[in-house]
């Protein structure tokens, strides 16, 4: 078994507790914990004792709010269509596996922690868990596959808002647009998640893994959608906009955007 810097891996009667594990910075997806996503999840693919997959946040606060600004900060055009395009292939692992997995979000999930819970098949929340695409705070757009789920999953005027304004929404309300599947108590969220899994994992395997097959055949990835977005992704990264963002929000004041 791999060792972790960034995660913590509990297996459980079948089902695979993924926790992400950077409490102090409130379980940001930094490059490296992205990565080991990846290697956890092939892991998880090639153990057949693994039957489903819960990703969650260490703590209270946060299932992971957002990418390291720190990494951001250094991206520019060339390195940032590749960071997007890295971003998407590994949370497309998540959403293409056929075997189940959840999202147990108990805290916040903004940028790439609400990406990270879209590419789960299904999301349960805890009632103090904030959804949110902020990217646009800092002259960015969603660039791990967000701007196509989110669109997926409460619908195109909706999804435009919530990008455009980078507002974040409670639990309840991603509960009403569809962006969450159940609202729980933070007690009792791992609970729900693993009764959800049991039912699953008592079904057919070869059934659950061809739904999956199914259900993302409606939506084709080999379609522009995700190419546009790492595409526009670049090229925010090299926008006088971006480095406007970048330092408003290290000098805590509100950005002056100059659309270039």
Aim: charged content about 25%.
């Amino acid at each position: 078994m791999t060792t972790y810097n960034n995660l913590k891996l509990d297996l459980q009667e079948g089902i695979l507790i993924i926790t992400i594990s950077r409490v102090s910075k409130l379980n940001a997806l930094n490059i490296e914990t992205v990565e080991e996503i990846q290697t956890a999840m092939q892991e998880a693919y090639d153990n057949d004792e693994v039957k489903g997959i819960i990703f969650t946040g260490e703590g209270d606060k946060a299932f992971a709010a957002g990418a390291d600004i720190g990494e951001i900060s250094q991206l520019n055009e060339v390195i940032g269509r590749r960071f997007a395009e890295r971003g998407q292939d590994i949370f497309a692992m998540i959403e293409e596996s056929t075997k189940p997995v959840i999202a147990a979000v108990n805290g916040f999930a903004l940028g790439g922690g609400c990406e990270l819970a879209m590419a789960c098949h299904i999301r349960v929340a805890s009632h103090n868990a904030r959804f949110g695409q902020p990217e646009v705070n800092l002259g960015l757009i969603p660039g791990y596959g967000g701007t196509q789920r989110l669109t997926q999953l409460v619908g195109k005027g909706k999804a435009m808002e919530l990008m455009m304004t980078g507002d974040m929404i409670t639990a309840d309300d991603a509960l009403r647009l569809g962006l969450a599947n159940h609202v729980t108590t933070p007690g009792m969220l791992m609970e729900k998640c693993l009764e959800i899994m049991r039912k699953i994992t008592s079904k057919a395997p070869l059934a659950v893994g061809m739904i999956v097959d199914c259900v993302n055949a409606w939506y084709d990835k080999e379609e522009h959608g995700y190419q546009t977005e790492a595409n526009s992704f670049s090229r925010c990264c090299g926008s006088d906009d971006f480095v406007e963002g970048i330092n408003a929000f290290f000098q805590k004041r509100k950005p002056n955007f100059k659309g270039t």
